[in-house]
């Protein structure tokens, strides 16, 4: 199977299944000499874990994060850096009755197809599960670019029709908030909304929006290897992303240029745009100010409603899903939009290290 490593200098390899006995990243590339232990990967796995909340499957896994390899003395060695998380709290059984048919919204049908075969045991490699060890790599890159003064804020931007009011964002609350919006009140909304759709059987997408402070000007690349590009690989990698925006969107194709142009300005001898249309990416390329992305996901596609479908022998059947569900994805999602994020951010940096000359005589002379 192709395609489960991502990243071309800091490149990570994810590996492992929904209901096998672990899953886990190798990561290749990290510089040596980061101060990591599995503490710092392990604050962003808690965001992620199931079974915090009501608007969270009720599966239980303590998420538990191993570093096997790499690390040595409490400092990054150069080496291959390998992490493992065991799965605990498999019930297998809830779904045996989807072992032979497809279930509507889910990549049971296509994976098949491809394939010939499938692990119907929570969806395999499709599951949403693997984001585990997305997360976990993810939080190695979080603390190489804190410490190029690089930080990443993701939350929460809209639950159905609920959209979080963030001009002046909490993200203190939205840390601490189930649905993890900076807005109380829409938190508020937003939180009945879900457990009123779970109460009916249903499901709910959502926004998570994520802002890059920081970034130096000159990050990605003018052509295939756009910055924005990168990004929205990155996001559409992610299970249940149906759109991606960066900075106004959408609704710069319903602007005029004269409203969408970001015009520049120079202060401190530091030149930058007046204002942020373009999301902190031009060409490409990152501009130096805040690069925002806003990631669309569906409605979790497993509900409890009998649904129409076929088994695999074509014949129409009526299925109930079974099994521990969540009723929005979208809250445990932005810790994985914040490091698909910063993998993809980083990969970037250490490429456009040799952009210049004087980048290789810093480094080299």
Known sequence: MAGS?????????????????????????????????AEDIQVYLDRRKPGTSSVTTQRKEDDKVEILSGVFEGRTTGAPISLVI??????????????????????????????????????GRSSGRETAARVAAGAVAIKILK??????TAYTKAIGPIEANDSAPDISFALSHPVC???????????AF?????????????????????????????????LDAALSKAMFSIGAVKAVEIGDGISA?????????????????????????????????????????????????????????????????TLSIEGRHDPCIVPRAVVVVEAMTALTLLDLLLAGAGAKMEHLHKIYS
Request: aromatic share 8%.
């Open 181 to 191: 919006m900076p807005d109380r009140e829409a938190g508020e909304k937003a939180l």
């Open 5 to 37: 490593t991502y990243g071309n200098l800091f490149r990570i390899t994810t590996w492992g299944e929904s209901h096998g006995p672990a899953l886990g990243a190798v990561i290749d590339g990290c510089p040596a000499g980061l101060s990591l232990c």
């Open 253 to 317: 194709s319903r602007a005029l240029g004269s409203e969408n142009n970001d015009g520049f300005t120079c202060a401190d001898g530091r030149i930058a745009t007046a204002t942020n249309h373009c999301g902190g990416i031009l060409g490409g390329i990152s501009t130096g100010g805040e690069i925002v992305i806003k990631t669309y996901f569906k409605p979790t596609p497993s509900i409890y409603q009998p649904q129409k479908t076929v088994d695999q022998n074509g014949n129409a059947i």
């Open 147 to 152: 410490e190029l003064g690089i930080s990443l």
């Open 86 to 123: 065991q799965n605990t709290s498999q019930h297998s059984k809830d779904y045996s009755n989807i072992a032979n048919c497809y279930r509507p919204g889910h990549a049971d049908f296509s994976f098949d197809a491809k394939y010939g075969f499938r692990d119907y045991r929570g969806g």
């Open 194 to 226: 879900i457990d009123e759709k779970r109460l009916a059987k249903d499901s709910v997408g959502g926004c998570v929006k994520c802002i890059i402070s920081g970034a130096p000007a000159g990050v990605g690349e003018p052509v295939f290897d756009k």
